[in-house]
């Protein structure tokens, strides 16, 4: 099975809800932690993995052979990124903008474009304290991370119980992360920013056929929206964590909930049950 | 014209709270709102809207059945695994169109979708550009890129001082795209380890592109320890604290209230605090 964590807005709990639940239920089933939030991942923090292997993500980049080069222009009018200008006697090749389709040395007349690779993150598999640790991580300076999150995502077992810790927003590196779960938990606060960007989340998983439940984080300050909402959507509110200085206390310091405070173990267990038990609910529907 | 960018690397550090009362605190600006996908500076300004754009983009492979003569080339070759029974999927389509360029029965067209829109708004403090990228829509780098010029030439058309844009978290395309060029970038964090982890990343990019930076440490007094790190990493790199803000319920009571943190309580001391950020900012 596997259930993406995801927000909307930054900052609401994500990776503090993703870790304490991979560490609550290690021992029900095994667990593999994925940190699709390339750009930013935080779960190392929490999890401090023991990192077992390395392995470069690459986009693949034209390269030119001056050579064979009629400086024909068809690279460049194939180009759909502007990645390639061509000059009169002269090729230009903007890498940063390539997302490596191949179109461009495919389609060359004279054969003239090979493909090297170029760097833009890297994934990183490991193991911290029994539970299966993947994490990908863009390179700075890199624009895109979707070619990183996929690397990430290939290496899901989903025999085991996946959970993916996906990036802030609702764009396309949150679609790329959260397509193909069983669940999607969303973790809100009940704020106006909160409510705003939660409403965004929601209809994101909508969009994509996935069963969704929230998560209050900070439940007490604020107001009564978030609630009202998810009644009225009739999202299933499955767990609210209060505003408590104990907890943000552990947060700021890389302890997550469930290895700081050992009582909410048995709430995150229970949160797993119940998404276990929306998600046979679904398929059996789905079946009848 | 100043171009002061806030960014935070990690979500939730305050960009948007504190870029409220920057609109408040500013006479002369225009503000914009890179953060398309999940925008919500709009809950504490306000906005009139004044114009409503479409914004075009991302084109999306479409196959015609009827020419299609299910040979399978475009699958075989396309590297996004968005094609599949001969059919092509719109969300994980790249927009490359090399499939509409080697597809033997010419069956494939590229077809532009509306990705977001966009709107130029008035606000009790000024004009605000904004933009809403559609549920699940690719391009968010290109959409900033829109809401930022369209803020510029505002900006200049109005004779303002300066652009005030409330950035994306993370580092990437959306962040690279609201960064290149401006004058100044701001960088909220918090003293928690991933607010530093994401604080060292975001700094990164600021100087892989050229663009001075400050720091604000928001909620500083939740972990001393930390604020001290952050202190010492800052005067490594010789970047300047701009201000500590300490934690107080009043920034998500201002949020209720959805007024800027600065006019729903002048006299706290976070309002104070942010007062001086913004002189620090514009000195």
């Given amino acids: 099975m596997i259930i993406s964590v995801a927000s909307g807005k930054g900052g609401t709990g994500k990776t503090l809800v993703a870790t304490s639940l991979a560490i609550s239920i290690k021992e029900i089933n095994q667990v593999q932690l994925l940190d699709c939030d390339v750009e930013e991942p ?15 993500v690459c986009v693949r980049v034209p390269e030119i052979d001056k050579e064979k080069c009629t400086y024909c222009g068809k690279c460049a009018e194939v ?18 903008l390539c997302h490596g389709c191949g179109a461009c040395s495919y389609l060359c007349p004279e054969g003239a474009i090979t493909e090297e690779e170029r760097e833009t993150g890297v994934v990183e ?79 994101t998983a909508k969009e994509l056929d996935i069963t969704c439940g929230v998560v209050i984080n900070r439940a007490g300050i604020g107001d009564k929206e978030v609630e009202e909402y998810c009644n009225r959507e009739n999202i299933p509110v499955l767990l609210k964590i209060p505003l408590d200085t104990e907890i943000a206390r552990l947060y700021s310091k890389g302890i997550t909930l469930a290895a700081g405070m050992p009582q909410w173990k048995e709430t995150f267990e229970s949160l797993y049950s119940d998404i276990v038990e929306i998600v046979d609910e679904r398929n059996r529907s789905i079946k009848r | ?21 920057f609109a408040a605190l500013s006479k002369s600006k225009v503000l914009a709102d890179c953060d398309v996908d999940a925008a919500d500076l709009h809950l504490i300004l306000k ?27 475009c699958q075989e070759l396309c590297r996004f695994g968005a094609i599949d029974e001969f059919k092509a999927d719109a969300v994980l389509c790249e927009g490359c169109g090399f499939c509409s360029h080697i597809c033997p029965a010419e069956a494939i067209t590229m077809k532009e979708s509306l990705a977001g829109r966009w709107f130029v708004s008035d606000t009790p403090y000024g004009k605000l550009v904004h933009a809403r990228l559609g549920i699940a829509q690719e391009n968010s780098g290109k959409l900033v890129a829109m809401v930022r010029k369209e803020a510029k030439e505002l900006a200049e058309k109005l004779g303002v001082d300066s652009v005030i844009t409330d950035g994306p978290p993370g580092i990437g395309c959306p ?3 609201s960064l290149s060029g401006a004058s100044l ?71 209720i209230h959805g007024e800027p943190v600065v006019t729903y309580d002048h006299d706290n001391k976070v309002s104070r605090r942010i007062e001086e950020l913004w002189d620090k900012v514009t000195a």
Wanted: proline letters at 5%; hydrophobic letters at 40%.
């Fill in chain 1, 125 to 203: 598999t490991g193991i911290a304290d029994g539970v299966d640790i993947v994490q990908g991580r863009l390179n700075v300076g890199e624009a895109m991370p979707t070619p990183v999150i996929t690397e990430v995502k290939s290496r899901a077992e989903p025999d085991k119980t996946v959970i993916i810790d996906v990036p802030p927003g609702t764009s396309c590196a949150v679609v790329n992360s959260i397509t193909g779960s069983d669940f999607c938990l969303l973790v809100t606060e009940s704020t106006p920013f909160g409510l705003n960007d939660l409403i965004l989340a929601v209809e």
């Fill in chain 2, 175 to 177: 962040v690279i795209s």
């Fill in chain 2, 185 to 255: 970038a701001l960088l909220v964090t918090e003293p928690t380890l991933s607010g530093i982890h994401d604080l060292e990343r975001v700094i990164g990019v600021c100087d892989h592109f050229g663009v001075p930076v400050m720091v604000c440490i928001n909620k500083h007094d939740i972990n001393d320890e930390n604020t001290s790190r952050i202190e010492d990493y800052c005067s490594k790199k010789n970047i300047d604290i701009a201000a500590r803000i300490p934690y107080d319920d009043v920034v998500t009571e201002a949020m």
């Fill in chain 1, 42 to 56: 935080n779960d190392h923090i929490f999890m401090k993995p023991v990192i077992t292997q390395t392995e470069p």
């Fill in chain 2, 47 to 73: 906005p009139d809207m004044k114009e409503e754009h479409e914004f075009w983009s991302g084109q999306v492979a479409v196959i015609d059945g009827d020419k299609c003569t299910q040979c399978g080339l």
């Fill in chain 2, 1 to 21: 014209m100043k171009e002061i960018v806030v960014l935070s690397g990690k979500g939730g550090t305050g960009k948007t709270s504190i870029v409220g009362s």
């Fill in chain 1, 79 to 96: 180009c759909a990124f502007n990645a390639i200008a061509v000059v009169t006697k002269y090729v230009m090749v903007l890498s940063d």
